[in-house]
């Protein structure tokens, strides 16, 4: 399998450091199964669901753009498939909040292509900037978003769930907050080169970075096949 450079992703970086909108799909462990990296540039539309939108209205919008002959590229978050699940039972007050965006897709044309089983790429490796990126970052202030005491009393609230029943096993995490500074575009190179995964994400959406470095296979639909790998815990 042909990996991306250290030279290549630099230049890449520096390209998207300059552009509002993008989806980068970044497999930086091919194999087999995952033999292409794909970039998404120059989105023609957004379709965001928000709280208190109909899901199922979103998912029909969603698959209109595909039948269309569009691509998708972005991200959807776990309380969708909660407001989902809640709009079925006819519950979904807890995601009424319209400032809260639950899913935020781009819609574009086609995507840059890296075949990882070739080297064959039309990435935008060649950049005028000859691959410089600031090298200068600042993460400070590192800290949890609740207390011991809240932590523990959510635990207590998982184990009573389990011991009426309701469920049989609860991944209850909790979020580390942080200031950052500087350059997204180095994180992602450092943080790419200590957490090399076959599934690896960075999306911006003008002022909002995602950087997402996941080893697991959630889904994955090929024709009328479903392939769904996650690791152990998460189904």
């Given at each position: 399998?042909v990996?991306i450079q250290?030279?290549?992703l630099?230049?890449m970086?520096?390209f998207?450091?300059r552009q509002?909108?993008?989806?980068l799909?970044?497999?930086?462990?091919?194999?087999?199964?995952?033999?292409?990296?794909?970039?998404?540039l120059?989105?023609?539309d957004r379709l965001?669901?928000r709280?208190?939108?109909?899901?199922l209205d979103?998912?029909?919008?969603?698959q209109?753009r595909?039948?269309?002959?569009l691509?998708?590229?972005?991200?959807?978050?776990?309380?969708?498939g909660?407001?989902?699940?809640?709009?079925?039972a006819g519950d979904?007050?807890l995601?009424?909040?319209?400032?809260?965006t639950?899913?935020?897709?781009?819609?574009?044309?086609k995507?840059?292509r890296f075949?990882h089983?070739?080297g064959?790429?039309?990435?935008?490796?060649e950049d005028s900037?000859?691959g410089r990126i600031?090298?200068?970052?600042?993460?400070?202030n590192?800290?949890a978003?609740?207390?011991?005491e809240?932590?523990i009393?959510?635990l207590?609230?998982v184990r009573?769930?389990?011991?009426a029943?309701?469920?049989?096993?609860?991944n209850?995490?909790?979020?580390?907050?942080f200031?950052?500074?500087?350059?997204?575009?180095?994180?992602?190179?450092v943080?790419r080169r200590n957490?090399?995964?076959a599934?690896?994400a960075?999306?911006r959406?003008?002022?909002?970075?995602?950087l997402?470095?996941?080893?697991?296979?959630?889904?994955?639909?090929?024709?009328?096949?479903?392939?769904?790998?996650?690791m152990?815990?998460?189904?």
């Open positions: 399998m990996r250290d030279s290549e630099a230049c970086l520096s998207l450091a509002e909108e993008f989806v799909l970044d497999t930086s462990r091919p194999d087999h199964e995952n033999v292409e990296s794909l970039l998404f120059n989105p023609v965001v669901c709280g208190g939108d109909n899901p979103y998912l029909e919008a969603l209109q595909l039948t269309d002959g691509y998708l590229a972005g991200w959807v978050g776990y309380e969708f909660a407001m989902l699940e809640g709009g079925i979904s007050e995601f009424a909040d319209r400032g809260t639950l899913a935020d897709l781009g819609v574009f044309l995507p840059l075949d089983s070739t064959e790429n039309n990435f935008p490796f900037a000859a600031p090298d200068d970052f600042l993460i400070e590192i800290h978003n609740m207390t011991e809240e932590f009393d959510a207590q609230v009573d769930y389990i011991a029943g309701d469920t049989y096993q609860v209850y995490t909790m979020k580390l907050l200031g950052f500074q500087g350059s997204a575009e180095r994180l992602y190179q943080l957490q090399s995964v599934y690896g960075y999306i959406n003008r002022e909002e970075r995602i997402s470095f996941s080893p697991e296979l959630f889904f994955r639909k090929a024709g009328d096949e479903i392939t769904a790998r996650p152990k815990g998460t189904a």
